[in-house]
């Protein structure tokens, strides 16, 4: 058990690895900590285990010992000396090697509880850091929309100023005003999406669903990607899962074997007798030690045992195999998703670029008296349709980046 703990330990750590944001990564890291400390179904596997673990000590123990006691309740007339009651006992003994059978058995089952408690802290931390990356999305798309509707606000200023002269109509500040009320729409949804996902993540941690949660302001796309090791793939929990119930199943075969052999009964009986002219030995009562063994001579239960654990080794190694099938699908997914995320946020900055030189010579129209506002919506749209993309770009690019540090760290 020391040796796998030794090994798990460094796999949580993944938790902290935010992406060589040292500064950015303090929030979450102390909501992640505060998850794996708090959250239910890590208690929950954690007292699964604890049970497991004292199992161990259930099985350390030999059959309950035999105790028997008769008593004369009418003695007949007879000149033969009578027993007047008898007293044994019986201690029934497992073969060599039995009992140390059982432990390992209980220990083996233990081992793969612990795996469970493991696999669940890292889908906790994997669940926690989406949860945050979804909030600062929301939080960010807020305040674009927020920065658009001030943008629009002062185009308003502009397209009042060219009514009263002339040179634009009612119609123009209508349309300013109604995408404004579109742009505060937007922005009133997300503001009940956060409070839902602020929720989730509050339950995540096992606190008041109310409590506020604070994320960055901003995120930055890292210049270049972690190294991606696949062959660590072969090292997930989920799939060292079955390694352990695979050497459970080779621990109660074992103790299949031991428990097919013969058990030895070791025990002594007394027996207290009457006075009587026919003994002539100064010892009337009797003591006799007393040997047993009990032979499983119809053992196909043992048999059909063994069998059963062969079938379910081959069952677990399939079943290994269709989990691993399954990881490298999900982090060939998470790769490729992560590059798409990045090649989208590169486009986005181009796109917004441009989109903010066309701003600018609109406003340079202006002073020349021919701004077009219908150019002014369509260009306030463009850009924020590409702030917005690039924000989803970023939050994708991390919750991808934290789907391979699941699978692979």
Known sequence: MKNLKAYIKPILILGSFLFALSVQSQELETLINE???NNPEIQKFDFQYKIASEKVNEVNSLPNTEFNLGVMAI???MEMPMERFRVSVMQMLPWFGTITARENYATSIADAQYIEITIAKRKLIASVSQSYYNLYANNAKQKVLTENIKLLETYETLALTSVEVGKASAVDVLRLQM???????????????????????NNLLNRENDAAVTVLDSLIMPSEDFEITSENLALNPELLKYDKLYQSIEQS???????????????VEYINQDNSPMITSSYKDMLMPMLSVSIPIFNKKYSSQTKQNELEQQEIKVQKQERLNTLETLLSKAINERVSARISYDTQTKNLKQAKDAEDILIKSYET???DFNDVLDI?????????NQIESIKGYYVQSTIINYLIQ
Not at 181 to 187: A, I, V, Y
Not at 259 to 264: G, K, L
């Open 35 to 37: 998850a794996l400390e």
């Open 253 to 267: 075969e074992l103790l299949n074997q031991k428990e097919s052999a013969p058990m030895i009964g070791i025990g």
């Open 75 to 77: 003695a007949p007339e």
């Open 369 to 371: 008296g021919t701004i």
């Open 179 to 201: 995408r404004q009320n579109e742009m505060q729409q937007l922005k009133d949804v997300l503001s009940q999406q956060f409070l839902a996902e602020q929720t989730n993540l």
């Open 380 to 388: 306030q749209e463009l850009q924020l349709k590409f702030q917005m």
